[in-house]
């Protein structure tokens, strides 16, 4: 088992930067990808990004390319994700995620095994 925590959400205005991070514990010896995903009120959780163990692959949405970076310190256990130029219609809870799939289907939240209990984003216009 692994249990995620995350951290960092809050408010901020549009254009606005916030630092997201997600600490795990437990079974953190394995190799897993680890991704964040959020969800606004309504609609279904959607990808934004996901990081290969080593660090060396990291994916995007499109919709975030070039304005968030995910990284993590496995050293520390911890996954982070830097969010720039952040839009109101960004506004959810952002979830930290892992699994032991290695597969091209990281976008699927069907494929991780793990979840946090998720951090609110606000973006205000």
């Known amino acids: 088992q692994v249990q995620l925590v995350e951290s960092g959400g809050g408010l901020v205005q549009a254009g606005g930067s916030l630092r997201l991070s997600c600490v795990a514990s437990g079974r953190t010896g394995s190799r897993y990808l680890m991704g964040w995903f959020r969800q606004a009120p309504g609609k279904e959780r959607e990808f934004v990004a996901a990081?290969?163990?080593?660090?060396?692959?990291?994916y995007y949405a499109d919709s975030v390319k070039g304005r968030f970076t995910i990284s993590r310190d496995n050293a520390n256990n911890a996954l982070f994700l830097q969010m720039n130029s952040l839009k109101p219609e960004e506004t959810a809870i952002y979830y930290c995620?892992?699994?032991?799939?290695?597969?091209?289907?990281?976008?699927?939240?069907?494929?991780?095994?793990?979840w946090g209990q998720g951090t609110q984003v606000t973006v205000s216009s």
């Open positions: 995620a892992a699994t032991y799939y290695s597969g091209i289907y990281y976008r699927r939240p069907t494929n991780y095994d793990y």
């Open positions: 990081i290969s163990w080593s660090g060396g692959n990291t």
